[in-house]
């Protein structure tokens, strides 16, 4: 049997932040990044490496509030890597996922733990924005973010869409990114 490959996957929440921290000295055949929010389930990078990988390799992630930020979610990505025979481990926390293997009682604690913590972190993130917005908006400083696409923008793109033309296509051609498409469409 051939032994596997070891795929790194790195994500940062914004195009502005750099992911070059991540799995720093590891040495990986294949890396995928995204530069999305954790709480976005639709990430692209995401999707193509979970279509990329093979019974027999090892994906390594930084920490588990890179793949995620919902436990649920992060859950439900371990079973599905370690359900192609793929192995997940995360470095920070130390925590390996082995395909076809009785889970660890302490390896699921400190799973259920920090995948927890993420989701907290998360929480109370938009519970301060949530907060800042209040306040500006008491003091006259905040009027809402400015809308992106005018209504016959957003009409050309939902026809394009239909048409089946790819939302990379259209994101690029309006400048705009794929969450704020998937957005406009719906």
């Known amino acids: 049997m051939s032994k596997g490959k070891i795929i790194g996957y790195k994500r940062v929440s914004s195009i502005d932040q750099n992911e070059a921290r991540q799995l720093e000295g590891k040495k990986l055949d294949k890396v995928f990044i995204?530069?999305?929010?954790?709480?976005?389930?639709?990430?692209?990078?995401?999707?193509?490496?979970l279509d990329y990988v093979r019974d027999g390799d090892v994906i390594l992630v930084h920490s588990l509030d890179r793949i995620g930020r919902n436990l649920?979610?992060?859950?439900?990505?371990?079973?599905?890597?370690?359900?192609?025979?793929?192995?997940?481990?995360?470095?920070?926390?130390?925590?390996?996922?082995?395909?076809?293997?009785d889970r660890n009682p302490m390896t699921e604690l400190m799973l259920n733990m920090l995948g927890s913590f993420a989701q907290f972190e998360r929480d109370m993130i938009r519970e301060r924005q949530r907060e800042g917005i209040e306040i500006a908006k008491v003091k006259g400083r905040y009027r809402g973010r400015k809308k992106t696409l005018s209504d016959k923008q957003v009409l050309e793109i939902k026809e394009l869409a239909?048409?089946?033309?790819?939302?990379?296509?259209?994101?690029?051609?309006?400048?705009?990114?794929?969450?704020?498409?998937?957005r406009s469409i719906k």
Do not use: W
């Open 34 to 49: 995204d530069k999305a929010s954790g709480r976005d389930n639709d990430r692209p990078q995401l999707q193509a490496m």
């Open 162 to 182: 239909f048409q089946g033309v790819s939302k990379n296509k259209i994101a690029k051609e309006y400048g705009i990114s794929v969450p704020t498409l998937y």
């Open 72 to 101: 649920v979610h992060i859950k439900a990505l371990i079973e599905e890597i370690t359900g192609k025979g793929v192995e997940v481990r995360f470095v920070k926390e130390n925590l390996f996922f082995h395909p076809q293997q």
